[in-house]
């Protein structure tokens, strides 16, 4: 029998198989000694114990072929100190004392939780989630860590949780496999001492390391440095081209640098369309006509070298602005090859998955990527600039417009080909921490824009919200793949951008707003980001005003940028501690940042008078200020104190009885942020009585009446809760004080 394969199905063969060769391990020139902790952590509970055999001895099997040879730490000793402490750095830090203490280079933590799923089709399913992180014994901070889901299926109920891991065996040390030749890679055959030298500088180098700062450039509105190449230039035409080039901002690095800032985020800089559209400007770049060549107006490919070369002299690194989802308006592609876009017009239904995938965005020809030949062109040009350029990484403009499919193989491909270290940070536009966090896991980004985190910040800051879209958004933080870090530095913050309104203007330019919403930002988590021009008081509530040319003015926020993002570089707690919720009220929140030594406190406070905090006795230094007191107090806005003390973690559940009064007939339901929750789905949420909740968990939340005619919800703005009493009352109508604008 002979099947008539589809073209495009053989197409597909001949691309993922025939033309791609496995690349031969990386492999170490001597031994090396790993010590290695295989961890099962129970979803439910805080015990841990040790894996499978079946397990271990599949992930010694691949670090053998790697010249890795494991030394299994004993996790009958650990199981305690492990129990206590379930933060990854943490638990490094332990198996680290025990890889110094016997000469071992290296250590890797494998962490394990299976969950029972469901039975589907007469099997048992379980999930389980895997976290491996692989680092220099006495350079933790330079980790690298994957997390991964593997699905596995039982044959039988009453199978468990080692059932499913030795099932998942294979896959488990397949992962392991993938991050140390990640950690590997650009090493083979290298001595171990160079390998760890060599490991030890990426990291420090890293995009996304402790301290480090994003700063976007839409590079026509920055500086010109060479007229000769300014083309049709009308700086009265607010849609037209002002003449900024790549040298002009080569030029301009100084003020870059000296605001702290460590990576110089490009917009597009490829050929470009040049002419409106409906009056709409070209300048930005995003209107691409040819991925293969640099925009001629911009300097070339010449100029972009020599960005380069500049920034690398001052240890700086530099993304590219790669747009995969769409070309230009009647581009020359769209006439030679109509074959690779989906040509079904433009997207009339915003809820609609299918058209957010394959209809065009705002007139924009949508690409076809599942198309080979669409694949193969996009990944070959994005090689091409990894060699040209040699950037730190990519920022994917358009991401929630393109297949996660296309995503995981083309991440993965580029990160394959590039320098260790590099970096694919996604844009999906979504206020939503679930919807930002699935994106990340389909698509396997290495950092995501932190979307959710800015409207909470314009909420509160510009809008007077309730704090607790600050606390919840926080808490969110466990949504994420756990391959952000502790210190979730994949997750990059922002205040505004582009397609945002300048914060300025968002906070009615009141520089007392911006000033508490920077705080707020650069003493959270994260990997901070701006944009040109907001340091000199940049205006503009929509396009263009928010694309204004670049004013090199001294102003009051950019003072406080480079004060804050000093301090987040002297102060290690900032950038690795842990989050615990403290305080959450109407007008105020309080959360700490703890570190292996001291702990952070930040404190939000939206009256005009002090707010005394209730803290460990300990000399606390305001970070601002350098003012000590055993009694400090939360003044006006945002401050941060900051004492050599750790405060306890909250590790257990708490069973919480939400009383609603006023409400309908029907059945009452909690329905509100997070899985708990049902994650603002009514169908999914939990009756109102008796809700499992984590302990110290901030929550959004409404009450809902499930009635014949549909869901009814509670009246007002949202309703927050930090989870540390097991009653809550509240109204149907309205439990809280409406805000200026919805919480939502």
Request: hydrophobic share 45%; with cysteine.
């Amino acid at each position: 029998m002979v099947l008539d394969l589809p073209k495009t199905l053989l197409l597909f063969a001949v691309f993922a198989f025939g033309c791609v060769q496995a690349k031969p391990a990386p492999r170490l020139a001597q031994p090396a000694k790993v010590r290695a902790a295989y961890v099962l952590t129970y979803a439910d509970k805080a015990e841990v114990a040790g894996v499978p055999d079946a397990v271990s001895a599949a992930i010694s099997e691949s670090l053998g072929a790697r010249n890795m040879q494991p030394i299994a730490a004993d996790i009958a000793a650990l199981a305690q100190p492990f129990s206590r402490k379930r933060a990854t750095a943490d638990r490094l830090e332990l198996l680290a004392e025990q890889a110094t203490t016997a000469g071992e280079p290296f250590v890797l933590l494998v962490e394990t939780t299976p969950r029972y799923y469901s039975l589907l089709s007469g099997r048992y399913r379980w999930d389980v989630d895997l976290r491996v992180t692989l680092a220099p014994t006495t350079a933790l901070t330079q980790a690298q860590s994957q997390d991964w889901e593997i699905t596995a299926f039982l044959d039988f109920g009453h199978q468990d949780h080692v059932d499913a891991l030795t099932y998942s065996a294979m896959p488990i040390a397949d992962r392991v496999a993938r991050l140390v030749d990640q950690f590997l890679s650009g090493y083979d055959g290298a001595p171990l001492a160079q390998v760890a030298d060599s490991a030890a500088k990426a990291s420090a180098s890293h995009p996304l390391a402790a301290g480090s700062a994003i700063y976007f450039v839409m590079v026509d509105r920055f500086s010109n440095g060479d007229p000769a190449n300014d083309n049709v230039v009308d700086i009265s035409d607010p849609h037209g081209f002002h003449g900024g080039d790549l040298q002009g901002l080569t030029s301009k690095l100084d003020w870059i640098q000296k605001l702290g800032i460590t990576t110089v985020w490009l917009s597009p800089v490829f050929a470009m369309r040049d002419q409106k559209f409906h009056g709409h400007g070209a300048f930005h770049g995003y209107w691409v006509e040819d991925f293969g060549a640099i925009e001629p107006r911009f300097g070339g490919e010449a100029a972009l070298a020599e960005l380069g070369a500049a920034l690398e002299a001052r240890k700086m690194s530099m993304f590219l602005d790669v747009v995969l989802n769409h070309v230009a308006m009647d581009g020359q592609l769209l006439k030679d090859k109509p074959q690779w876009f989906h040509n079904l017009g433009g997207i009339t239904d915003w809820s609609d998955p299918i058209q957010i995938l394959t209809h065009d965005v705002h007139g924009l020809p949508d690409l076809a990527q599942e198309n080979p030949e669409v694949a193969a062109h996009l990944l070959r040009h994005s090689l091409k600039w990894l060699d040209v350029a040699q950037p730190a990484g990519f920022r994917l403009d358009a991401v929630k417009h393109v297949p996660p499919a296309f995503w995981t193989s083309y991440n993965a491909d580029v990160k394959a080909h590039a320098r260790p270290g590099f970096v694919m940070l996604g844009e999906d536009l979504d206020g939503d921490p679930a919807r930002v966090a699935q994106t990340m896991r389909t698509g396997n980004f290495d950092a995501m824009f932190d979307f959710p985190l800015h409207f909470a910040l314009v909420d509160v800051f510009c809008g007077d919200a309730h704090p607790g879209r600050l606390a919840s958004t926080l808490f969110a933080d466990r949504l994420y793949p756990k391959s952000v870090g502790e210190r979730r530095e994949g997750l990059v913050t922002l205040l505004d951008n582009h397609d945002l309104p300048r914060i300025l203007s968002a906070c009615g330019n009141d520089e007392q707003r911006v000033m508490n919403a920077l705080r707020f930002m650069l003493t959270a988590r994260g990997t901070p980001s701006f944009t040109w021009g907001t340091e000199s008081g940049a205006l503009g509530l929509t396009e263009p005003d928010n694309r204004a040319d670049m004013r090199f003015d001294e102003h009051p926020v950019g003072t406080a940028m480079r004060r804050w993002l000093k301090l987040r570089r002297e102060t290690a707690t900032l950038t690795d501690g842990r989050d615990v919720l403290l305080t959450l009220g109407p007008t105020s929140f309080t959360y700490a940042r703890i570190g292996r030594k001291q702990t952070v406190i930040v404190a939000l406070n939206t009256t005009k008078a002090p707010m005394a905090l209730e803290l460990p006795a300990a000399q606390w230094r305001n970070l601002e200020t350098d003012a000590t007191t055993d009694a400090p107090v939360a003044a006006p806005g945002v401050t941060a104190w900051i004492a050599p003390v750790r405060l306890p973690i909250p590790a257990k559940d708490l069973t919480v009885e939400f009383r609603v009064s006023g409400a309908p007939a029907g059945e009452l339901r909690i329905v509100g942020s997070g899985p708990e929750l049902g994650n603002w789905d009514p169908a999914q949420a939990p009756r109102a009585a008796a809700i499992k909740l984590p302990a110290g968990g901030a929550f959004a939340y409404k009450p809902v009446v499930m009635t014949p005619g549909g869901p009814v919800w509670g009246g007002g703005d949202n309703r927050y809760v930090l989870v540390q009493d097991a009653l809550v009352d509240t109204s149907f109508a309205d439990s809280q004080p409406r805000s200026k604008k919805p919480a939502g």
